[in-house]
T-cell receptor, first 114, second 113 residues
Framework: NAGVTQTPKFQVLKTGQSMTLQCAQD?????MYWYRQDPGMGLRLIYY???????DKGEVPNGYNVSRLNKREFSLRLESAAPSQTSVYFC?????????????FGPGTRLTVT | AQSVAQPEDQVNVAEGNPLTVKCTYSVSGNPYLFWYVQYPNRGLQFLLK??????LVKGSYGFEAEFNKSQTSFHLKKPSALVSDSALYFCAVSHNQGGKLIFGQGTELSVKP
């Protein structure tokens, strides 16, 4: 099992460009999450998908959109990148949306917006 | 609103000594509490969790954590630190609606030989 995979690993964008971060899991999990990690701020939830066919906003959704393409895949799109979106992005998955389950994290995408 | 605080940005410990990484939380209702570890340029790895029951929870790599409801704390501990324990540690509380995690800001643990 690969677990949670993310592509790309690194990306540099110019302000105003768009891109999509890809995430896939092979653990048959129902719930998937996108977080961003900034120094001194821990991880903050951007969007999540409790189950296939549903998506909801997290703590910091502005400037992002998501698509739950199928049970395995959950993508994050930046329509018009801004320097404030420079961050490390992590995708995670969990068996169910119940809070008692731990989440499994991907290796991250390091994004720089110039 | 739920929140998590890790009061120390950095903890320095000598190898072989006990270590403690502190975490306090604020939640309504019964908390689900987690510890994750992040090694450089890697994703987060689950260490342990408290859901209910025994206040002392044992996890991976010899780590344990003590849930204290009266002090709203969930400190991470290890009796004897290893250099390889050096990493960034995150405490988190889970929201039962959607399983969303709320993280503390992280504590950098440095274990010196």
């Amino acid at each position: 099992n690969a677990g949670v995979t993310q592509t790309p690993k690194f990306q540099v964008l110019k302000t105003g460009q768009s891109m999509t971060l890809q995430c896939a899991q092979d653990m048959n999990h129902n719930s998937m999450y996108w977080y961003r990690q900034d120094p001194g701020m821990g991880l903050r939830l951007i969007y999540y998908s409790a189950s296939e066919g549903t998506t909801d906003k997290g703590e910091v959704p502005n400037g992002y959109n998501v698509s739950r393409l199928n049970k395995r895949e959950f993508s994050l799109r930046l329509e018009s990148a801004a320097p404030s979106q420079t961050s490390v992005y992590f995708c995670a998955s969990a068996p169910t949306p119940r809070g008692s389950y731990e989440q499994y994290f991907g290796p991250g995408t390091r994004l720089t917006v110039t | 609103a739920q929140s998590v605080a890790q009061p120390e940005d950095q903890v320095n410990v000598a190898e072989g000594n006990p270590l403690t990484v502190k975490c306090t939380y604020s939640v309504s209702g019964n908390p689900y509490l987690f510890w994750y570890v992040q090694y450089p340029n890697r994703g987060l790895q689950f260490l342990l969790k408290y859901i209910t029951g025994d206040n002392l929870v044992k996890g991976s790599y010899g780590f344990e954590a003590e849930f204290n409801k009266s002090q709203t704390s969930f400190h991470l501990k290890k009796p004897s630190a290893l250099v390889s324990d050096s990493a960034l540690y995150f405490c988190a509380v889970s929201h039962n609606q959607g399983g969303k995690l709320i993280f503390g800001q992280g504590t950098e643990l440095s274990v010196k030989p």
